[in-house]
């Protein structure tokens, strides 16, 4: 069973999710996603003529012959690495389907027959301790135990706090004032106590403080029982996020910004975070993130995969995440996507329930593409699933 062609489909949600399916001359097909960025369609378009030809089942040597084949588009990272990832989930959805099993049996079989998911809460309505309470309350009453919340945001004491949109572009490097730290404790205060001790917090920094800051802020954390506080400091140096973590009692969590399992190597022995979050459709695929649980596996770290994906790629990932020990929890992104689960044909819906994913036993991984939803949300009509 050979690959024929490659084609993408480019739907305009929350992101911009990047589907991809994979055709054989057998007539079956597998379905993946890749994360969303500039270059990325056309690089998978790129990586086609080079695997057209080769039997499905060799996922590991068709992901090296794109490597080697793509490594003149520039470094082996970003949206080289990207592309690839989305090929690489629909070969797997392929092989799964060619020998009529769920993919979670080509990692080893299910640890676990449901997938813990917490949903990214972004902010309040407004950037207020009271709004955040009031949206923390809401999800825990939609049924979520876990919860994220970003607190790189603006206070009545930050520097252009009257220009939310230049506010964001602040560089790290500023200086937190203690009113301001104040400020986002009282938010971090006030989700708790809209939640109580039974939903778990996680914060998110966005990569916006200085190692002094950083230590500052999550050492004011510390009472809050926090599941994690993710990338408080810019992620290209591990040992400014190795002294932050040595000096706060706050789990650190990072790693969605990282490619292959290369790039979370130092990160992982030296132990510079608490929890690794790769970003499966954009990392490598589910190889390639196989590899990044185990090399946490082995300093007993816990893995939360980071996620904004359509469920293609959400439900691919949660296949592996069901057969790896040291698995958290995975992300979904698109609370406010009402038409999010539409997009695909699965005997198991909701596909999100109570905050945890129940896993379809069909073959692969067990979705289909629900093609009256995604024309209506298109980016470009005339190119879905075309090279």
Same mark, same amino acid.
């Given at each position: ?38 270059? &990325? ?10 695997? &057209? ?109 009257? *220009? ?13 004032? *203690? ?57 290209? *140096? ?8 040595? *000096? ?140």
């Amino acid at each position: 069973m050979r690959i024929v062609d490659v084609g993408t489909a480019v739907v305009r949600g929350n992101f911009d999710w990047v589907l991809v399916k994979v055709y054989t001359d057998s007539g079956l097909f597998g379905i993946g996603e890749a994360y969303w960025g500039a270059g &990325v369609v056309s690089l998978i378009h790129r990586a086609r003529d080079i695997i &057209v030809g080769e039997e499905v089942t060799n996922i590991n040597k068709c992901v090296e012959r794109m490597i080697r084949g793509l490594s003149g588009e520039g470094s082996i990272g970003g949206a080289t690495v990207t592309a690839i990832s989305g090929i690489e989930l629909a070969l797997w959805d392929c092989v799964g389907k060619f020998l009529e099993t769920p993919l979670y049996n080509l990692f080893g079989g299910k640890m676990r027959d449901k997938i813990r998911v917490y949903v990214d809460c972004h902010a309040g309505d407004d950037f207020t301790p009271e709004s955040y309470k009031r949206k923390a309350q809401e999800r825990k009453n939609e049924g979520w135990d876990a919860i994220k919340f970003d607190i790189d945001v603006p206070t009545p004491y930050s520097e252009l706090k009257e *220009n939310e949109k230049e506010f964001w572009y602040l560089p790290y490097n500023r200086s937190l004032s *203690n009113r301001e730290i104040d400020y986002l404790v009282d938010i971090v205060a006030a989700v708790r106590e809209g939640v109580g001790r039974d939903v778990d917090i996680a914060i998110d920094c966005h990569w916006k403080y200085s190692v002094k800051d950083a230590i500052r802020l999550l050492s004011a954390l510390e009472d809050f029982d926090l599941l994690w506080v993710e990338d408080p400091v810019p992620p290209e *140096n591990v040992e400014a996020l190795l002294e932050v973590q040595r *000096n706060v009692r706050v789990p650190i969590a990072t790693g969605e910004n990282l490619y292959r399992k290369y790039g979370y190597r130092t990160l992982i022995e030296k132990q510079a975070c608490r929890i690794v979050s790769p970003d499966i459709p954009k990392m490598g695929g589910l190889s390639e993130a196989r590899k990044v649980f185990d090399m946490a596996d082995v300093y007993y770290m816990p893995v939360a995969p980071h996620n904004v994906s359509s469920p293609v790629g959400t439900i691919a990932a949660a296949h592996l995440c069901a057969a790896m020990p040291n698995f958290l929890t995975i992300e979904f992104h698109a609370h406010e996507v009402e038409w999010w689960e539409d997009m695909v044909i699965s005997d198991f819906k909701p596909l999100i329930r109570d905050g945890y994913i129940n896993l379809p036993e069909r073959p692969g991984i067990g979705l289909e593409i629900n093609e009256v939803v995604v024309k209506e949300h298109l980016v470009e009509e005339k190119n879905f699933f075309k090279n």
